[in-house]
Structure formats: C-alpha cells, structure tokens
C-alpha cells in the first residue's frame, strides 16, 4: 500500500527524523517500504503489508509501528463530533439477516450535506497515494479509511427505499448495477447491503450505481461495518473484483473500531459538507468480545531469540505497541488491543518482543553438526546418471511440467490418466506430463531453428499420472529422457554405458508405443521388469514437432533403476596377455536379427572369448537382395597365458560352422 | 687429419661444422633427405658424435658431454629449420598436411546450471550436517497448507493462487515446506534436513517470475534452537557459497509456517544488500500438526530460490533462460565457478 510519510508524520507525538530513518524503522521492525518517492513536499511510501497485518492498511497503523520503535506517543485524530436532531433510527431502520456473515453493521444519517468538491488538502492527500477523488462525501469516507483502516459506505438516503438497510444473503436471480457501472449476478452466498427492495451494494466490495452520492444527494446512510473476511474475500474472487474496502475486510477489520470510525467520519462530513449527523446510530452486533488474554513467560523471548532480553524490556516493548502487560505470579498476562487480531498465542508475542528488538540483538551461534548425514540414494543415482551423461557428451536441459493433452498421450512408464490442472497459465497447456518426450522435441526443434542441433540432450524430472484403480492418489515417477539425431544405435550405445555404470543388467525386448515408429522400438527388460523404452520417434510425431528427421528417443525409469542399482563391485583384475582378434563376414537373411546372431555365439561356449562386436552392417549387390552383411569382430584372451593361433582358429572355425548350418549364413574371413 | 693429433674438443666442433655445412647446402627436398641420413641417420654424425663422448677419457667426460649436447640439439634444429625452409616434407617424409585446417572440437556434455548450483548448495549445507531429503510435487492440501499453519480460507489457499488438480484433492505443491511435514512425520528427531526441488506458483511469466523455479528448503529440529542458531547456520552456508566476506542480515516478515519469521538478506564486500530467502522458527502449530511436541522441541527452516541465485551469480538478467533450453546458454554457464 501506498503511504503518505507527511500523513504519518501528523499522527506521531514528537517525531523528529526524516523520511529515510522512517524508512529504516520500519523496514526493519517487519513493515517493508519497497519504495520512498518525493512528491511535492511529501514523501511515498511503498508499504509492504504483510497479510497477517491487517491494522497496518492504514495510516494510524503504520503510526503505530513507527510510535512502538520510537517509544514516541500517538496523536489520534479527534472526532469532534456534535450530534443533532432526532436520532438516527427515526430516519431509517437497520437490520442483520446473516450475523455470521455480518457480526456488526452500525448505521448512522447525516443530514444538510452540500456535495461538490472537496478541500484542497484533502484531495491533494488522496491523490499523493493514488486514491481517485471523486467528491466531498465519498472522499471523507475514503479519507477515513486510509486514515483508521475502516472501510465506510454512504448510501443517498433519499434513495434507499422503504426506510431499511439491511445485510443479508443475496437471493437467487437478483442482480446489481455497481459503481463502476458493471451488472453483476448475485450468487445465494453473498452478502448484500439491501433495502425494502433490493441490493443496493455488494457488501464489503462495492457499492451499487442506485444510491450513490451524487450532486444532488443532501442526506446520506453511513454504513460502518464488521464483516467475515472468508464471506468478503470469495465474495470478490466469484465476481474478479477487487477493491480497497473488500482488501481490508478480506485480513480482517477492527470490528470494536467501526463506530468510531462512522463518527470521525461524521464529523469530517460536518467541517466539510456542512452536515449535521444525527444522534444513536444503529449499532447491530455491538464490539464483539474482548481479546481473550495472553499468558506469557517472561524469558520465552529470550530462549527464542538465543540472547539476553529482560523482563522488563520485554514488557516495555510489548506496552509501546499498546499491549497492556500485568503480572499473574510468574507470567506476564497480556491484553492485545482489538485491531491486533493477530496476536493469539504466547509466540505471537514473542515475535513482536523480537522483531522490536535492536539490529544485531540476535548473535551468531555455531554448533557442530552431531554427525555426517547419509547420502540419499535416489539424489546419488541421478547425480551419476547426469554425470555419466554429460561426459558421454550429452547436454541436460530443464522443460516445465505442463502439456498440451495431446502431449499428455505420450506415456512409456506410468498409465493412469493424465493429470489436468484447473488453472493452466498457457493456454492449452493445462496437463502434466506423462512422459519427457513432447518437451525433449520441443527443446531440440527450437535449438534446430537457431543452428544448434545435432547434440545429444537429457532430461532427470518427475512424471505424473492419476492412480490407475481404485482409490490410490496421483503417481509420480522419476525418469530420465535422452533424445538424440543419427542412428538408433548410437544412443543405444548410450543407453548401454550408462546401465552398465548402474550395474543394471538389462536387455531390450521389440515393442510398440505410440509415438514410436514401428518395427524400431523396444522395451529394457531388467530382472523380468520393464525399465525404459527405446526407439525411432516415429514420423508423424516428429512432424508435428516440427522436426524434418525423426530423432532417438529412450526413457528410463530412474526409481525403479535405483531400486536395482547393483552393490559396488570389487575389482576383477583384466587380463595382461595379448587379445586377439578375428574378423567374420556374415551375410543372412534381412529378417535375422543380430541378437540371433549373437545368442548362437554365445551358446556356443568358446573357451577364452570375451567380446563380439559389430563394426560394420552392409547391405548391395554384392551381398544380394534381402540380405546383409554383419561384420563382427570376435575377441579372445586369456588371463592364463599367451593364446596361441591355432586355440583362436579352432573357435571361429567353429563359429562358421555353426552359424552357416544353423543360421544358413555365408561367412567368409575377414 | 692433418698436423697434430686432433683433441675431442676440436672433433666434436669439425664434426658439427660439417653437419651445419651439408645442412645449409642442402637445396631441395630430396637432397634434404640425404643430408638428413648422413646427419641424423643410423652411422651418421650425430652418432659419430655420441661415439666420441663414450670414448672420451673420463675426466674430460662431463666437458665434452656439454659440447656433445649442444653441438647436437643445433644440428637438430638446423636440420629441422631447413626443412620447414625448404617446406612441405615432414620429418617421416609423408605427405603435406595442412595445419591451419580449423580444428575439429569435441564438444564435451554439460550440466544444467540449476542442476550444479543445486549441487553446489547441497553439498554445503551437507557439510553443515543437513541431510538432503525428498517428497512428491503434486501434493495433498494437508502437506501443503494445513500442516504448515494454512487454514481452509487462507488467501494462501486460493484458487488462482495455486495450480490445483482437477478431479483429485491434491495440487502442485507451491512451495518445499511440504517436505518438511513429511520429514516431521516420519523421521526421528532431532534432525537437520534440505529438501530441494520444484516448486509451482500461477503468476506471469516476465523476467523476473515463472510459474515454475527451484527451492532449497532447510529444516532443524532439536532440543533447544534459538534465532541464533539460525543466523549462524544462515552464515555459515552463505560463507560457504559465496565467500568469507559475506555479511547476513535477517528482517522480521510473515510467513504462516514459521514465527518469529525473517526475510534473508546477504551482502557481497563491496556490494548492496540482497534478499536471499526467507527463515524463521518452526511454527508451534506445525509440529503440534504433525504430533510433535512444541513444548519439547525447537525448530528453525529456511527457504532460498534457486533460480534468483543463478541470476544474480551467473548474471542473466532474465528467469526465462533457465527453461528456454538454448543450447548456447547452457554452454556458456557450463564450467563456470559456483
């Protein structure tokens, strides 16, 4: 909120600084002034209230604070008020019909007004913090409000029908005509300030068009209440209004407060618009209760704040914010005043013992943590799978959570339904991610466009779900994602290191999945149980992503991994005798994988073989169509000794017979 | 070999002199080549050379070494520099190869930067004996708000506050603070935790918010924590992260979970003060929610933004970058101190 440093000025007893020490008190007794403009002989305040401090709204509340830092006294605007007339409740009547929803309403009629512009100094202090002049009544009650943190409300008296104001619940179908010339439906659960006939404001929020003072208007209601800041604030939010008055009711008013402020009011009216305010103003509902009492110990804001506070200083701060303190045996009995509806508890007190005290009153104490903490297992492996990652040379990129529901179709590792938000902030994007896919081909089009493509890039972040059955809440799974350009098996390869450093034995099983291209997609099968998917992003997707090539994707299930991550291996010593190598051409058929290839090798058990690899995958005339050519190296070494040549012979002699009896292949030397 | 019997000394310079000689005589590649096997080659004089210092008596061993070594590393680089002269033959004879040929860079991985800065604060915060701990981003109203002292009306509970779910009673969680009711709920204490991770907020998106940053969130809870405790702890992690010289200042604010409750402000040597997160004491009324005793127990939590560090640090101006994904930028923050 805005505040007028003048304004503040004339409500303290002795105030002797300036601006910029007014600044630094209260910013550090907890009231924050983002800003501090001049403005002609003036200076603005920009406050920052924090929303448990409802009796700061105004201009005697940041006096206050100020006062209670200073130790200075308070000079509190006089309602020199001199009443005439019949009373109030002959001019009108007053009832409540929802006191839960509006526990005070005090009414009271001032008459003989002369509406038209108001005084200099006082439009000029309104505009200083930004408050729209608009005529001599309304900017008292306005005046009032930036001053006592009341809202008020004057109705045209000559328009208020059948010599009633009530507050009630709305009815069903009813509308109102607002101030600021909006018509508004009104729903059963607001609350209406209506007469005989109907609404004429909506409570707490706005006024209605109907009965505002206008130029002709000489006789006003003046409506000062206390209403259910939860009624205000949904009140507000169904209709998307806000305003100064439903800001204040929504953090709770002053409800003792509210006749004092009608009659500072009044008399204001009287000064200025030449009114006379009639005697016994309704008052429906009353103060309220007193503040129930708080017990205090007398050393508890010590023992919080970690540093000497005495007793007595405890007391003195809490009295300079006009709290009265007594003693009841070992315990300071404290009474809040009204407009602290904040202060609830014994730490509620603490607190404002504390945040009164001097810069630097709290030390710096260090104590030693009692032990070193354990690592957490789920942050290590995805710290080892980023690392291994980047040194791989892939690049890790961060995407938000929210997908358009298309997008949310994608899933390889969690099935319930999508999960939606109700308030999404890009349009069309209101559903969570199922899976990392649709923002990995965002991130790698987008780089496309500005000439940086061609990387490998990954994402570590959650995916979400709703529970597949029964009552079970929303899912939520830790998954890696790595989109990359080129070959399939290039991120394969990828793939591979990294669950080989996981010490994850996995093997990839052929599936299909949407979003996948057919026939070039699998499944990481590990212990029986599905940990990640790999494959060609099939070419539409790619498409609507605006990708002119489809790139490889996989996805890994990072909780389900770290729950198989195996234990540290210890050291195997490699060999030290020379490896020997042999290279096979073998041209089979097209439909012949080479996990075929390779399972028929392996079967085979040959004495000190210890890798196959494939190095070149050929396919033309000269293998013939329909077939290929997998050139395979295999490795053999011993950790005995020296192999010899004719050992090595022997075993790819019998990997040729066995692949061309049993596979048909034509494998010739390389 | 004229006149008196020469010295080792007088060889080592004639047989050095000869080699220069060939060397400078040498006129095109090939003749190059030649002098290169006379010089350089197998029986060559740079092996004469050797020679004569194995046979050199052993007192004079270390003198005629010294000319032995000098005269060989000149006729080296002569011969080198002649054939760089002469120009397109290597040293093996093969091929020219250009050498301003533009390198072919291998462009190593990176991290994030909000990934290595998360890093970074964990890491110090480990070494304060906090323990990094976890919990779910969609979250249920209790761990979100009725735990943490957030009633049923609280504006902080409103809808165009909070990125809630349709058809389920949970939400996005908006802020780590979740983390520490689980953390109360299950842990034994007393306990020192940080709960990193993702956080979700409806504002607009500019330059300076996101729906969507990064929390690092602490919390201890033990027999007898004071504010003091908190401004030490405060210090010694903000020393740690950014420096000795650091200076930490706390300001009373509000927030619902924790009283007294203070804003963070930092200040580099040399600089403003900064705000760098919010703290306070552990709210009685969340651990009387999660059946801990206030009475018994004393608590303080601390909450930093990920992101607004990374700006101030690496100096982008603009939150955005973070999750635009720019191949560029991430480079460029990559390997930069933390």
Redesign the interface.
């Known amino acids: 909120v805005l505040v007028s440093y003048r304004w503040v000025c004339e409500l303290l007893d002795g105030w002797s600084g300036d601006p910029e020490e007014m600044r630094r008190d209260l910013?550090?007794?907890?009231t924050?002034i983002e800003r501090a403009e001049p403005r002609e002989g003036d200076v603005v305040f920009e406050a920052n209230v924090?929303?448990?401090?409802a009796d700061e709204l105004c201009h005697l509340g940041i006096a206050r604070e100020v006062a209670a830092v200073r130790g200075l006294a308070l000079r509190a605007p006089a309602a020199a008020l001199s009443e005439s007339g019949p009373p109030s409740r002959a001019a009108i009547s007053a009832r409540v019909e929802a006191p839960d929803l509006a526990p005070r309403l005090t009414v009271r009629v001032i008459e003989g007004l002369r509406v038209g512009p108001s005084p200099e100094w006082l439009r000029s202090r309104l505009e200083a913090i930004g408050v729209r002049t608009v005529n001599n009544v309304v900017d008292v009650t306005n005046y009032v409000m930036w001053e006592l943190g009341q809202p008020l409300h004057a109705f045209d008296l000559a328009r208020v029908r059948g010599g009633l104001l009530q507050a009630r619940r709305a009815c069903a179908g009813e509308s109102l005509r607002l101030l600021n010339g909006q018509t508004i439906r009104l729903d059963p659960e607001d609350l209406v300030i209506a007469d005989a006939e109907g609404p004429l404001g909506l409570a707490g929020i706005m006024g209605g068009a109907e009965s505002e003072v206008m130029a002709s208007t000489t006789a006003v209601a003046l409506e000062s209440a206390h209403f259910q800041?939860?009624t205000i604030?949904r009140s507000a939010?169904r209709h998307q209004l806000r305003s100064d008055a439903s800001h204040r009711f929504?953090?709770r008013t002053d409800r003792a407060g509210a006749l004092a402020a009608s009659a500072r009011a009044a008399s204001l009216l009287q000064e200025l618009c030449g009114g006379r305010a009639r005697p016994e103003p309704h008052d429906l509902g009353g103060p309220g209760p007193e503040p129930e009492p708080i017990c205090l110990r007398p050393d508890r804001p010590a023992?919080?704040?970690?540093?000497a506070i005495a007793a007595a200083e405890v007391r003195r701060r809490l009295e300079s914010l006009g709290l009265s303190v007594s003693f009841e045996g070992d315990l300071f009995l404290v009474r809040p005043p009204t407009y602290r509806s904040d202060l609830v508890?014994e730490?509620?007190l603490?607190?404002e013992v504390?945040?009164l005290g001097p810069?630097g009153e709290?030390?710096?104490?260090?104590?030693?943590?009692?032990?070193?903490?354990?690592?957490?297992p789920?942050?290590a492996l995805r710290?080892d799978v980023?690392?291994r990652?980047?040194?791989?040379?892939?690049?890790?990129?961060?995407?938000?959570?929210f997908v358009s529901p298309a997008a949310a179709e994608f899933a390889f590792l969690l099935f319930g339904p999508p999960?939606?938000?109700?308030?999404p902030?890009r349009a069309g994007e209101?559903a969570?991610r199922r899976s990392l896919l649709p923002g990995l081909l965002q991130?790698n089009r987008?780089?496309a466009d500005?000439g940086?493509a061609g990387?490998?890039?990954f994402e570590v972040g959650?995916l979400?779900a709703?529970a597949t059955a029964g009552d079970a809440?929303?899912v939520?799974v830790g998954a890696l994602g790595l989109l990359r350009d080129g070959e399939l098996r290039d991120l394969r390869g990828i793939v591979d290191g990294l669950l080989a450093a996981l010490g994850v034995d996995a093997e990839l099983a052929p599936a299909s999945w949407p979003g996948l291209a057919r026939g070039a997609a699998g499944r990481f099968l590990a212990g029986g149980r599905s940990v990640g998917v790999l494959g060609r992003v099939d070419a539409e997707t790619a498409r609507l992503a605006g990708l002119r090539t489809a790139p490889a994707y996989a996805e890994l299930d990072l909780d389900r991994l770290g729950a198989m991550r195996g234990p540290v291996q210890s050291f195997a010593e490699p060999s030290r005798f020379p490896a020997m190598q042999r290279d096979l051409a073998v041209v089979v058929s097209e439909d012949t994988p080479f996990a075929t290839l390779a399972s028929r090798i392996a079967a085979l058990r040959l004495p000190d073989f210890t890798g196959l690899d494939l190095f070149d995958l050929y396919r033309g005339p000269q293998v013939g169509e329909g077939r290929k050519s997998l050139n395979i190296r295999l490795t053999f070494q011993s950790s005995a000794g020296t192999l010899t040549s004719a050992a090595v012979d022997a075993a790819v002699s019998a990997v040729i017979r066995d692949l061309e009896d049993r596979l048909g292949a034509l494998v010739r030397k390389g | 070999m004229t006149g008196g019997r020469e010295g080792p000394a007088e060889e080592v310079a004639r047989l050095a002199s000869e080699a220069l000689t060939l060397i400078a005589n040498a006129a095109d590649e090939a003749a190059l080549r030649r002098v290169r096997q006379e010089v350089a080659g197998k029986s060559g004089l740079v092996s004469r050379l050797m020679a004569l210092l194995a046979a050199a008596p052993r007192a004079e061993k270390p003198s005629i070494g010294q000319a032995v070594n000098r005269a060989k590393s000149e006729i080296l680089a002569a011969l080198e520099a002649r054939e760089a002269a002469i120009g397109g033959t290597s040293a093996s004879g093969g091929p020219s190869e250009d050498v301003t040929l533009p390198g072919r860079r291998l462009e190593p991985g990176c991290l994030h930067p909000l990934t290595v800065l998360e890093e970074r604060v964990v890491s110090v915060l480990s070494a304060l004996g906090f323990e990094a701990t976890e919990g779910p981003e969609v979250e249920d109203e209790f761990h979100n708000f009725i735990a943490l002292n957030i009633p049923p009306d609280h504006p902080a509970r409103d809808e165009a506050d909070n990125f809630y779910l349709e058809g389920v009673p949970h939400l996005l969680r908006s802020q780590t603070s979740t983390v520490q009711v689980r953390a109360l709920e299950t842990r034994t204490l007393p306990l020192r935790i940080i709960a990193p991770g993702r956080v979700f907020r409806p504002d607009e998106v500019d330059a300076t918010h996101h729906f969507l940053f990064h929390q690092v969130e602490g919390l201890a809870v033990d027999a007898d924590l004071s504010m003091a405790d908190l401004k030490g702890t405060l210090l010694a992690f903000f020393r740690g992260l950014l420096g000795e010289e650091v200076q930490v200042r706390l300001r009373p604010s509000f927030f619902p979970f924790t009283e007294p409750s203070a804003e963070v402000d930092v200040r580099l040597e040399g600089r403003g003060w900064v705000e760098a997160g919010g703290c306070g004491m552990v709210d009685p009324a969340v651990f009387t929610a999660v059946g801990v005793d206030p009475e018994r127990w004393s608590g303080f939590a601390f909450g930093l933004g990920l992101e607004r560090l990374a700006m101030r640090h690496y100096g982008v101006a603009d939150i955005r970058w973070f999750f635009e994904n720019d191949l560029r930028f991430l480079r460029r923050l990559d390997g930069q101190r933390v």
Do not use: K, W
């Not at chain 1, 023992?303 to 540093?307: E, L, P, Q, T």
């Not at chain 1, 709290?362 to 957490?376: M, V």
């Open positions: 910013t550090f007794s907890g924050e924090t929303s448990n401090r800041p939860a604030r939010r929504e953090r023992r919080v704040a970690g540093s508890r730490i509620d603490v607190e504390i945040r810069p709290i030390p710096e104490r260090h104590r030693l943590p009692a032990r070193a903490p354990a690592p957490h789920g942050r710290r980023r690392d990652l980047a040194r791989m040379g892939c690049v890790e990129v961060m995407t938000v959570d999960l939606l938000v109700r308030n902030v209101p969570l991130v987008q780089n500005r940086t990387v490998a890039i959650r979400h709703g809440g929303p939520e």
